[in-house]
């Protein structure tokens, strides 16, 4: 990269950052290492908060997450983590029905165990 282009990542950096030639080119290095390890960790993050979501919404109706998702993948229902929580946010009836086909599932598996 050439100077300009550097310091034209530079904008808005605090202080001699932004127009001195030298700690720009730091300053962008590092900001561009923060912004590739950055987009990785946010993959990871949104599947933390999809987590949550599903299992707040399970709890609601008696279930965790592990039972729901292991009663899920028993019934082979193919939806991912994203789309269960954007049917707990934003439609109850549609999940509820979710959770009572793991339910069953989960609890007719548990009593072939127990037998």
Known sequence: MNNWEILQLA???????KNCIRISRERVEKALQYAYRDRRNKKRD????????????????GVNYGQLMHGL?????????KVLSELAMHEPYSFKTLVDVSRVAFQHQHAHLKK
């Open 73 to 81: 993948n028993t019934e082979n229902v193919q939806l991912n983590r």
């Open 11 to 17: 904008k808005g950096f605090r202080g001699r950052a």
């Open 46 to 61: 949104m599947r933390g908060l999809w987590i949550q979501r599903i299992n707040a919404g399970a709890r609601q109706h």
